[in-house]
């Protein structure tokens, strides 16, 4: 069986790639095992090829861009930026990974008590298209620092980008079996999933991570599941207009809103309401689409045919249920899977796009009251991964930002991941942390060791 992958941008065919069976998903988690052994032993190490390969990625950066570009579609611009914040964060795992696997002295009735943090073996890592090298490496960059070993299943729409992430470990010179990617659809997550794996980590939707969830826990292995967002942007009175605007371009439409932490929907208070739209509503129509290759490009084409059907069927059920198109809702009629970007008014909490995961350039503005209005709107919604705040009053964004139900939240800013703080959801946005020392103990065996003399010990039989 083969799998293709397709220019979005041209609808061209791009390779075929044999898909894997379960032998040769066996193997890799044998050798996997097998290198982990040493591997676990010496930090230092692990932090030296860590930094080998950020060096590596930042000296290949326009060749590991335009991969991501012409798998997916992502303009240039945004997918040098990509292959950057992985290399920063590469580093800063090895800068930082010695200290978060630093073992902790406790006070307790023992003569000596520590807890060590040791890693778990090898992982299995199933991840999308969107981000398809920052999704893989915020996961691996802690995982290898802490020690394990990675078997990588990419998306079958981004294969190429999850094998040049091996061979770049590779160039680096990384011990045969540390990283590997295999190559296949569903079937082979699934396989990988059931081999010898220790834990296993998925980014990706919901539907597919409770099956991911299902079936990692039935094998009782540690998983970690980012299933999306519904990310709410709430814009007060006294926000400053002027860069919330900005900032709800930049969050809706970056990645053509592709992104688990994309804002999907607007909430704005209704007396600034008329304001924000209507600069909101000027910016986005300067937005420039097209080549994605050119760097004057700000927005490319949606990643599939299906993702630009899913996009046309929802705004216009948006449209026929009432709500009004501010600018765009409709397919650009060019070569690729184009879509216009996209304001609508008037949304109803029966539409499709008021509740679920819009991944796509399309952004529903709701009106409110006031901002404890916002608030409940907001926190209206099965997922709850992002947020943000609008507002110059930090009191306020403080006490509003401990009432929103999510596992992120910025103010006056757009939600973006940072390898120095923790990224992960609650509600059906997944469970579990990536990022940040809480990301990287998520797959390390947290033991506590305890000492005591043989007359204490005796004494304290229990």
């Given at each position: 069986?083969?799998?293709?992958?397709?220019?979005?941008?041209?609808?061209?065919?791009?390779?075929?790639?044999?898909?894997?069976?379960?032998?040769?998903?066996?193997?890799?988690?044998?050798?996997?095992?097998?290198?982990?052994?040493?591997?676990?032993?010496?930090?230092?190490?692990?932090?030296?090829?860590?930094?080998?390969?950020?060096?590596?990625?930042?000296?290949?950066?326009?060749?590991?861009?335009?991969?991501?570009?012409?798998?997916?579609?992502?303009?240039?611009?945004?997918?040098?930026?990509?292959?950057?914040?992985?290399?920063?964060?590469?580093?800063?795992?090895?800068?930082?990974?010695?200290?978060?696997?630093?073992?902790?002295?406790?006070?307790?009735?023992?003569?000596?008590?520590?807890?060590?943090?040791?890693?778990?073996?090898?992982?299995?890592?199933?991840?999308?298209?969107?981000?398809?090298?920052?999704?893989?490496?915020?996961?691996?960059?802690?995982?290898?620092?802490?020690?394990?070993?990675?078997?990588?299943?990419?998306?079958?729409?981004?294969?190429?980008?999850?094998?040049?992430?091996?061979?770049?470990?590779?160039?680096?010179?990384?011990?045969?079996?540390?990283?590997?990617?295999?190559?296949?659809?569903?079937?082979?997550?699934?396989?990988?999933?059931?081999?010898?794996?220790?834990?296993?980590?998925?980014?990706?939707?919901?539907?597919?991570?409770?099956?991911?969830?299902?079936?990692?826990?039935?094998?009782?292995?540690?998983?970690?599941?980012?299933?999306?967002?519904?990310?709410?942007?709430?814009?007060?009175?006294?926000?400053?207009?002027?860069?919330?605007?900005?900032?709800?371009?930049?969050?809706?439409?970056?990645?053509?809103?592709?992104?688990?932490?994309?804002?999907?929907?607007?909430?704005?208070?209704?007396?600034?309401?008329?304001?924000?739209?209507?600069?909101?509503?000027?910016?986005?129509?300067?937005?420039?689409?097209?080549?994605?290759?050119?760097?004057?490009?700000?927005?490319?084409?949606?990643?599939?045919?299906?993702?630009?059907?899913?996009?046309?069927?929802?705004?216009?059920?948006?449209?026929?249920?009432?709500?009004?198109?501010?600018?765009?809702?409709?397919?650009?009629?060019?070569?690729?899977?184009?879509?216009?970007?996209?304001?609508?008014?008037?949304?109803?909490?029966?539409?499709?796009?008021?509740?679920?995961?819009?991944?796509?350039?399309?952004?529903?503005?709701?009106?409110?009251?006031?901002?404890?209005?916002?608030?409940?709107?907001?926190?209206?919604?099965?997922?709850?991964?992002?947020?943000?705040?609008?507002?110059?009053?930090?009191?306020?964004a403080e006490r509003l930002s401990r009432l929103v139900e999510s596992g992120i939240v910025t103010v006056n800013n757009v939600v973006v991941s940072d390898p120095r703080v923790p990224f992960g959801g609650i509600k059906n946005s997944g469970f579990g942390r990536e990022l940040s020392r809480y990301g990287m103990l998520e797959f390390v065996n947290i033991k506590s060791v305890r000492f005591y003399d043989q007359l204490i010990y005796n004494h304290h039989v229990e």
């Amino acid at each position: 069986m083969k799998i293709r992958t397709t220019n979005p941008a041209t609808e061209q065919m791009l390779e075929e790639y044999e898909v894997m069976d379960m032998d040769d998903i066996n193997k890799a988690v044998v050798k996997a095992r097998q290198s982990f052994k040493e591997w676990q032993t010496n930090i230092q190490n692990r932090a030296a090829f860590l930094y080998n390969v950020s060096h590596l990625f930042r000296k290949d950066k326009e060749r590991l861009a335009k991969l991501i570009t012409t798998e997916m579609g992502k303009p240039i611009k945004e997918a040098r930026s990509e292959v950057d914040k992985c290399a920063w964060t590469m580093e800063y795992y090895a800068d930082y990974g010695s200290h978060f696997m630093a073992d902790e002295t406790t006070n307790t009735d023992a003569r000596k008590s520590f807890t060590a943090f040791q890693p778990l073996g090898v992982v299995g890592s199933v991840m999308p298209w969107n981000f398809p090298y920052w999704q893989a490496l915020r996961f691996a960059s802690p995982s290898l620092m802490a020690g394990n070993t990675i078997v990588l299943k990419p998306s079958s729409a981004t294969l190429q980008c999850g094998i040049e992430i091996e061979k770049s470990f590779q160039r680096a010179g990384l011990p045969e079996g540390v990283f590997q990617t295999v190559v296949g659809d569903s079937t082979v997550a699934e396989m990988l999933i059931d081999s010898d794996v220790n834990a296993v980590t998925f980014t990706g939707s919901v539907d597919a991570g409770k099956r991911v969830g299902q079936r990692a826990v039935a094998r009782l292995k540690k998983c970690v599941l980012e299933l999306g967002g519904s990310d709410p942007f709430i814009v007060c009175e006294d926000a400053d207009l002027e860069k919330a605007s900005s900032g709800a371009v930049k969050g809706r439409f970056i990645n053509c809103g592709q992104s688990c932490i994309a804002t999907k929907r607007f909430f704005v208070v209704e007396k600034i309401a008329n304001e924000f739209i209507e600069k909101f509503t000027q910016k986005t129509e300067k937005l420039k689409v097209g080549d994605p290759l050119s760097d004057d490009t700000d927005m490319g084409p949606l990643v599939s045919s299906k993702s630009l059907e899913n996009i046309d069927g929802i705004v216009r059920g948006a449209l026929e249920a009432g709500a009004e198109a501010l600018t765009g809702g409709e397919r650009i009629k060019n070569k690729g899977y184009f879509y216009s970007p996209t304001i609508l008014t008037k949304i109803s909490p029966k539409m499709r796009i008021a509740h679920e995961e819009t991944f796509g350039p399309v952004a529903p503005i709701t009106v409110v009251k006031d901002e404890i209005q916002a608030i409940e709107q907001a926190n209206n919604s099965e997922f709850g991964l992002g947020a943000s705040i609008w507002t110059q009053d930090l009191h306020k964004a403080e006490r509003l930002s401990r009432l929103v139900e999510s596992g992120i939240v910025t103010v006056n800013n757009v939600v973006v991941s940072d390898p120095r703080v923790p990224f992960g959801g609650i509600k059906n946005s997944g469970f579990g942390r990536e990022l940040s020392r809480y990301g990287m103990l998520e797959f390390v065996n947290i033991k506590s060791v305890r000492f005591y003399d043989q007359l204490i010990y005796n004494h304290h039989v229990e």
